[in-house]
């Protein structure tokens, strides 16, 4: 029966990368997180499907990857619109020469160093390319995949390494907010559709007035009811970007965009974010493992990962050096700053999730970006753990 599969299912997302993560103490180097996504690409049809196709079947049939996605829609929905709602561009604009200097760079040099990636790919061999994409929308989705900062999960990091409040910490998310801005923007470019760019320009024409609405409704509110009339309002802007022909993950974003952060108490606020990544997201993991495929070539796929990875990592690294040195930063910053900044995960797989959606994207290029991601995700804390460990270390004595 479909429920029963589906309850087996749902015991193997939350018990094996758990076990995983529990047993061999991966925290430092994979958090949980990180793990689940690993698991989610191991349990998908390239691998576990491939050794047992018999009980791959079995468990994840159609119908019940059809209920786990739909899960899963949901919970990355209310990421994605808790993301919008913390995106505070006010204190972006109090630092906006730094700001807009750090994450110019930040975005521009990255994107750069994965746009020639992409076109690198084409040049290599066929079927990195998705059937409804233009060789433009390629190269820019790619592109984009690589400049990607994933604000959550830089939010998670920054608590493990006990930086988030601290000045440091503080400047990384300002940088990082921008970019999040820039990266759903450049989406909707991407997902630009002319034969229905009518319904699309009607939606964020009507959108602006109905979100005023929104904020003046919020404002008369208590607390308690601006929660419930917020989720309100985030599915009725993804329904209605979804059926303009934008995704309904920009809708999402919008949604929370237009909310101020400071009408939500912060550590409810911190404690929602918590609970989804507990208790829906591995489910989104799991079905973004599910979608993984190795078509292309297992060998051709590792490869693609590591030249999406080195333009991913240096690029910013590049972006962020460029950018210290024209701002006169402190010795290490931009070494640290870039290395933070780098940290792909959720917001990276979200966004090549949509690529994939609209055929934008191939399974081999979804795959071979979803390992970069992970790649990109366990490096930071290694890099980065270490480097700030030095620095907090009192002088030697003279």
Not at 127 to 139: E, H, I, K, L, S
Not at 234 to 240: I, M, V
Request: aromatic share 12%; net charge positive.
């Amino acid at each position: 029966m479909t429920a029963d599969a589906f309850l087996i299912a749902m015991a193997i997302i939350f018990s094996v990368p758990f076990l995983i993560w529990r047993l061999a103490r991966t925290d430092y180097y994979a958090p949980l997180v990180v793990v689940q996504i690993i698991t989610g690409i191991l349990l998908g049809p390239g691998i576990l499907g491939a050794i047992f196709p018999g009980y791959y079947h079995a468990v994840f049939n159609p119908p019940v990857i059809q209920a786990l996605n739909g899960v899963a829609w949901w919970g990355v929905m209310v990421y994605v619109w808790i993301a919008g709602i913390e995106l505070d561009l006010k204190a972006v604009w109090h630092e906006r020469r730094e700001c807009g200097t750090t994450a110019g760079f930040a975005l521009c040099v990255p994107l750069l160093f994965g746009c020639a990636a992409a076109i690198g790919l084409l040049a290599w061999r066929d079927g990195w390319m998705g059937a409804a994409a233009t060789p433009w929308q390629f190269v820019l989705g790619v592109g984009m995949s690589c400049a990607v900062t994933a604000l959550p999960i830089l939010i998670l990091l920054m608590e493990k390494l006990g930086i988030l409040r601290e000045t440091l910490g503080q400047r990384v998310l300002r940088y990082a907010s921008l970019d999040d801005l820039a990266i759903w923007t450049v989406l909707a470019l991407i997902l630009l559709d002319w034969q229905r760019v009518g319904t699309q320009a009607a939606f964020l024409m009507l959108f602006m007035p109905v979100a005023w609405g929104i904020r003046r409704l919020m404002l008369w509110m208590p607390e308690s009811d601006r929660w419930y009339v917020g989720l309100i309002w985030l599915a009725s802007c993804g329904y209605a970007a979804d059926r303009s022909g934008l995704h309904y993950m920009v809708g999402a974003f919008l949604a929370g965009a237009v909310l101020d952060r400071q009408w939500f108490n912060q550590d409810r606020m911190d404690l929602l974010r918590r609970h989804v990544l507990l208790v829906i997201m591995p489910v989104f993991f799991l079905s973004t493992g599910l979608r993984t495929n190795w078509n292309v070539g297992g060998a051709s796929v590792f490869i693609a990962a590591l030249v999406l990875l080195l333009a991913s990592v240096g690029g910013k690294l590049a972006g962020v050096h460029i950018a210290g040195r024209l701002l006169g930063w402190a010795k290490g910053d931009g070494w640290t700053i870039g290395w933070l900044l780098q940290t792909k995960a959720l917001i990276m797989i979200i966004f090549v999730n949509i690529l994939l959606d609209h055929g934008l994207i191939s399974g081999a290029t979804f795959t071979a970006l979803l390992l970069m991601a992970v790649a990109s995700t366990m490096l930071t804390m290694p890099i980065v753990g270490p480097r700030l460990t030095w620095a907090k270390r009192p002088p030697p004595y003279s």
